[in-house]
């Protein structure tokens, strides 16, 4: 009962004394009953209320709540600065111990960050470990195979196949994977292929997405549906996809990403062989891809060619 009369009496001795020396200035003029003297002591009687109203709001729960706070902001400074004032107030309070913890945390987070950041810094994209697979939003691409060749097969449908065979002086990248869709009619992400520099990889070009078979002939022709090369009846669809490069290309330590984001869609035209198909978007290809863009989840490192 005693602090909370205590509490409200100072909760309401503020403002009274600030309507006080409000009155008594503006009185001032006419009425020389109270002195500057008198004015000023009012003035610190309400500073020394509000230090000790803050002082009462500083309980162990508050200060926890603000050192968590000032965690979740990653301000360390502060966080340390709102501990030593618990420990000093409260130095036997288990919020104590529960701060000490958060603090002790943060502390070792940030130098894991600012270690994981320097060792980026000097190794470049060699700091950055590939993986085969990745998620785009609703979808699951794992990439099963992927090297160099002189012969590119896709859109097999039985007893024969497309294929295409690189020009003199390139050769083909063609990697085969499996996408899985948890929604009907997806587009898929684009892959492209460059060259890496310390922090940054120069875009070479940009994949080809092809299926990698269909049921029969007639399928092929667009005869009939091929529900198996359709996302809004299968799940999961084998993809053949290729880009051609330069030999000399081919022996630079090279990078295979995709994109999060995916802009390559599905097209129609009955009377072509196959009738469906995936469209390249050349306009959302990038120039280069930094260290930076790889750490905002913009793109994905699958595969690294030639990288030691």
């Known amino acids: ?14 403002p009274t004394l600030c309507i006080a020396i409000t009155v008594a200035c ?117 990439i099963k195979s992927l090297g160099l060749t002189n012969y590119w097969a896709f859109n097999d449908y039985g007893h024969e196949h497309n294929y295409r065979r690189p020009s003199r002086d390139n050769i083909l990248l063609v990697g085969h994977m499996a996408i899985t869709s948890k929604d009907k009619g997806s587009n898929l992400p684009g892959l492209y292929v460059g060259s890496v520099n310390g922090d940054s990889i120069n875009i070479i070009g940009e994949f080809q997405y092809e299926f990698a078979r269909w049921k029969d002939y007639a399928t092929y022709l667009g005869n009939y549906s091929d529900h198996g090369n359709d996302f809004d009846y299968t799940a999961t669809i084998p993809f053949s996809a290729g880009i051609e490069i330069s030999v000399n290309q081919s022996k630079q330590p090279l990078a295979i990403i995709a994109t999060k984001n995916r802009p390559i869609t599905r097209r129609y035209e009955r009377f072509k062989n196959p009738p469906e198909w995936y469209e390249t978007n050349y306009s959302a290809r990038p120039s280069t891809v930094t260290l930076e863009d790889m750490k905002t989840g913009k793109y994905h490192l699958l595969k690294y060619l030639n990288l030691k």
């Open 1 to 14: 009962m005693t602090s909370y009369i205590s509490k409200s009496i100072q909760d309401f001795a503020i």
């Open 26 to 142: 503006s009185n001032k003029a006419s009425d020389n009953s109270i002195s500057q003297s008198e004015i000023n002591q009012l003035k610190q009687r309400i500073s020394a209320l509000e230090i000790e109203n803050a002082n009462l709001k500083l309980t162990p729960a508050n200060l926890l709540e603000s050192i968590s706070s000032e965690i979740k902001k990653q301000n360390l400074q502060e966080s340390k600065k709102l501990l030593a004032d618990m420990m000093s107030k409260y130095p036997l309070s288990p919020e104590k111990v529960k701060a000490e913890v958060l603090v002790k945390n943060l502390e070792q987070k940030l130098i894991r960050d600012a270690q994981e950041a320097e060792r980026i810094k000097r190794l470049g994209f060699k700091a950055i470990h590939d993986n085969s697979r990745f998620e785009s939003e609703s979808m699951i691409v794992q």
